[in-house]
């Protein structure tokens, strides 16, 4: 199972900024769920950011709400989060992260929690 995380960037407080998360498998997946969104910024300890079930339902953290919004794709095995109104205290590397079960290619049923590699958002003028 791979998690790619991707739309990381620079941009300045106020802008947005949409970060995908692509899960792939060899084999079937058969379940996903939840997925979520974690930040660690320099200095702290990562924390959870978003989290979606497979049913939609969704829970972010205080500093976020109204600002961020996370949701997925079942068909593309993606989940999204749009970041508006970013403040500098956004920055930080952010995680994806999915509860996966799977059916390899032998047809035994996997499964384990994943993460993405990082991708890096910085919020400055």
């Known amino acids: 199972v791979q998690l790619q995380a991707s739309g990381g960037g620079l941009v300045q407080p106020g802008g947005s900024l949409r970060l995908s998360c692509a899960i792939s498998?060899?084999?079937?997946?058969?379940?996903?769920?939840?997925m979520g969104w974690y930040r660690q910024a320099p200095g702290k300890q990562r924390e959870l950011v978003a989290a979606?079930?497979?049913?939609?339902?969704?829970n972010y953290v205080d500093s976020v709400k109204g600002r961020f919004t996370i949701s997925r794709d079942n068909a593309k095995n993606t989940v999204y989060l749009q970041m508006d109104s970013l403040k500098p205290e956004d920055t930080a590397l952010y995680y994806c992260?999915?509860?996966?079960?799977?059916?390899?290619?032998?047809?035994?049923?996997?499964?384990?929690?994943?993460w993405g590699q990082g991708t890096l958002v910085t919020v400055s003028s």
């Open positions: 498998a060899s084999g079937t997946i058969l379940v996903m769920n939840p």
């Open positions: 992260n999915a509860q996966i079960t799977h059916e390899d290619v032998r047809g035994t049923v996997v499964a384990g929690n994943y």
């Open positions: 979606i079930t497979s049913g939609g339902s969704t």
